[in-house]
């Protein structure tokens, strides 16, 4: 079993940046979701196990990056420009395998999310 331990949300106004972090304990493919009040989880950004292959939703492409440390196991997202409508619970998940995902459904392992609040 995958443990995920996320940090680094909180508040911040619109055009500001935050980074969130989250440590696994093994080496593993990795996303993030997030989830707004009242509506459905949404991928937001994933890596591939070997760190080179990334993948982005259209909403975040220019403004958010995910890379990750190996040796530390921590994956990193980026967030740039941020909006108000990038407010929500952020979530790190880890998946089987080497590849990268943003389907909900391949990652099998949750952080405990972590919140996101920009103000306008």
């Known amino acids: 079993q995958v443990q995920l331990v996320e940090s680094g949300g909180g508040l911040v106004q619109a055009g500001g940046s935050l980074r969130l972090s989250c440590t696994a304990s093994e080496r593993t493919s990795m996303g993030w979701f997030r989830q707004a009040p009242g509506k459905e989880r949404e991928f937001v950004s994933a890596i591939a196990r070997g760190g080179i292959n990334t993948i982005h939703a259209d909403s975040v492409k220019a403004r958010f990056s995910i890379s990750r440390d190996s040796a530390k196991n921590t994956v990193y997202l980026q967030m740039n420009s941020l909006k108000p409508e990038d407010t929500a619970v952020y979530y790190c998940?880890?998946?089987?395998?080497?590849?990268?995902?943003?389907?909900?459904?391949?990652?099998?392992?949750w952080g405990q999310g972590t919140q996101v609040t920009v103000s306008s």
């Open positions: 998940a880890a998946k089987r395998g080497v590849s990268v995902s943003g389907r909900t459904n391949d990652y099998v392992y």
